[in-house]
């Protein structure tokens, strides 16, 4: 007891504070590129629309299964490497791949090329999140761990940010090929940085636990997540989440475009500057929420987002129905921020439930599902509803696609974020006694 004691304690001394919130730093950073090279497609769908005249099905392919498929299969088995292997490095190199590959992306002369290019982010991405999720986890206590992960999940409204102001800005000035290659390049340089001035930390040092070497396979893990209904019900809500959220994503530009009429410069600084203001509250806000009211119970936690998730749907509707374009972006505000209370809370209560050998492949199982739901399904059935809507809407179909996939997606979400609250606190003491490394 006095050895876990005197561990803690030093990982509170000023040194090791400054060290850890380098690392998080940086890996915000990291998430914030990744975000970047993989939403910028957004802003410039309508401007690859106009040049090959695809449907917007292909868009929607484009946004989601090609990048999505490889992305959520292959984290799995990259997790393990993670699990076996040097988080930081793996971090290093997975950046380098799909910074190259975005920047490919402008080059692309048909689809083809382009969905090939998004094939190549998707794998490169792969090798991000799980690790860095493993190495927060080991520089953070569990009574930090949702505020940390809420920081680091506020690299994706920055990326987006980013990418919508940036991306909207160059399509409109310059052409859509240049903005590929303008964000891609300097993930490159990133990628120098993350491997020679981040420190490998120990696993299970934040919670003074001793790493036994023990390597379980994904098989394993896998088996042992899926026993606990609070993880289930937990990663079957934040698909449902991401379906809702990657969908408006991916086509509330070309939703903007085509009801109000407004041009993509204009939507890439109005939607940047939302998702990146209000968004990056929303995570940060629901990881330190969650620390917070999880004091005294985790199941308060997940309560808080199938409230917050509800409210966001409620503010949501009211979008797609007003006739201002600012009205519309003004009441966007509220849902932006409150939609993404889930993220954090999900992936801190995921690392609570695992050995420190299982960390990085469980939160690659969560974000395989996760993408699946979210990524993979969202943003073509999101399409293909548009496409099925244009013969009795017209340039309005894309209004109604986001008003229905809204109605139905969000308190499906709620629904399974408050049924795992009810088995969170069993699961929680479950896998802790069954898995003291």
């Keep these: 007891m006095a050895d876990h004691l005197n561990r803690r304690l030093a990982i509170e001394s000023p040194a090791q504070v400054s060290t850890r919130r380098y690392v998080l730093a940086v890996l915000v950073v990291v998430y914030t590129f990744n975000f970047i090279d993989r939403q910028i497609l957004a802003i410039l769908l309508p401007s690859i629309k106009a040049e090959f005249a695809v449907n917007d099905w292909v868009l929607g392919f484009l946004s989601g299964p090609a990048f999505a498929v490889f992305y959520a299969t292959l984290g799995v088995p990259i997790a393990l490497l993670g699990d076996r292997w040097n988080r930081r490095n793996l971090i290093a190199i997975a950046l380098a791949l799909w910074s190259g590959m975005t920047a490919l992306s402008g080059a692309a002369l048909t689809v083809t090329q382009l969905a090939l290019a998004r094939v190549g982010v998707g794998i490169g991405e792969a090798g991000c999140s799980p690790p860095a999720h493993s190495m927060i986890s080991d520089y953070y206590p569990p009574e930090k761990r949702s505020a940390a992960m809420g920081i680091y999940t506020a690299g994706i409204s920055i990326g987006i940010m980013i990418a919508f102001l940036a991306g909207g800005w160059v399509a409109q000035n310059i052409g859509w090929r240049e903005a590929f290659f303008i964000v891609g390049i300097p993930g490159l340089v990133l990628a120098l940085i993350v491997r020679f001035t981040i420190r490998e930390p120990d696993r299970g040092m934040s919670e003074g636990r001793v790493d036994s070497g023990e390597r379980p396979g994904i098989p394993y893990v896998a088996k042992f997540l899926f026993r606990r209904k609070s993880f289930v019900h937990m990663a079957v809500g934040s698909g449902l989440a991401a379906f809702n959220g990657y969908s408006v994503i991916s086509f509330f530009p070309s939703f903007l475009n085509r009801s109000h009429g407004m041009n993509v410069a204009e939507i890439g600084v ?168």
């Design 270 to 437: 109005y939607l940047g500057l939302i998702l990146g203001i209000a968004g990056a509250a929303g995570f940060a806000g629901g990881g330190y929420f969650a620390d917070h009211v999880g004091k005294t119970s985790r199941r308060k936690s997940l309560i808080g987002v199938a409230a917050a998730t509800l409210i966001a749907w409620l503010c949501m509707v009211p979008v797609y129905i007003v006739a201002s374009p600012y009205t519309a972006l003004t009441l966007f505000v509220i849902p932006a921020a409150l939609s993404n209370f889930y993220l954090a809370t999900t992936i801190a209560q995921t690392q609570g439930l695992v050995g420190l050998r299982m960390r990085a492949v469980a939160s690659a199982i969560l974000f395989f599902i996760l993408n699946i739901i979210g990524l993979g399904l969202g943003p073509p059935l999101a399409g293909m509803l548009s496409d099925a809507l244009a013969s009795s809407f017209g340039a309005e179909s894309m209004r109604y696609s986001l008003l229905i996939v809204t109605a139905v997606i969000s308190p499906w979400s709620a629904f399974h974020y408050f049924i795992a609250s009810r088995h969170i606190e069993s699961d929680l003491a479950q896998a802790n006694g069954a898995n003291e490394d």
